[in-house]
């Protein structure tokens, strides 16, 4: 199992991004799937998470501007980022809690995309 991020870049302060992640191997089902970030010389934390029924959660600094989605049969999870602000600069990672098929469920991470705000 193998997750892909895209979509990350260079965009000015108050402008929007989307971010994609998808999931691609032997894959029985997703549970999970979720987006965490890490700026230089701070501790990665978790931005959003959407679950397989849809539910989601976000940290309290992009509640209103960010947006997670997913489409399951493309085993994809997005991340719509509007109103950014130079504090979202970072490397933007997802991750997704996959059962593959014939093995256990287990957390696999995207390779991190850069999100660059100027201000």
């Known amino acids: 199992v193998q997750l892909q991020a895209s979509g990350g870049g260079l965009v000015q302060a108050g402008g929007s991004l989307r971010l994609s992640c998808a999931a691609s191997?032997?894959?029985?089902?997703?549970?999970?799937m979720g987006w965490f970030r890490q700026a230089p010389g701070k501790q990665r934390e978790l931005v959003a998470t959407?679950?397989?029924?849809?539910?989601?959660g976000y940290v309290d600094s992009v509640k209103g501007r960010f947006t997670v989605s997913r489409d399951n049969a493309k085993n994809t999870v997005y991340l719509q980022m509007s109103s950014l602000k130079p504090e979202d600069t970072a490397v933007y990672y997802c991750?997704?809690?996959?059962?593959?098929?014939?093995?256990?469920?287990?957390?696999?991470w995207g390779q991190g995309t850069q999100v660059t705000v100027s201000s």
């Open positions: 991750n997704a809690d996959v059962t593959a098929v014939a093995g256990p469920t287990r957390t696999y």
């Open positions: 191997g032997s894959i029985f089902m997703i549970k999970t």
């Open positions: 959407i679950t397989s029924d849809g539910s989601t």
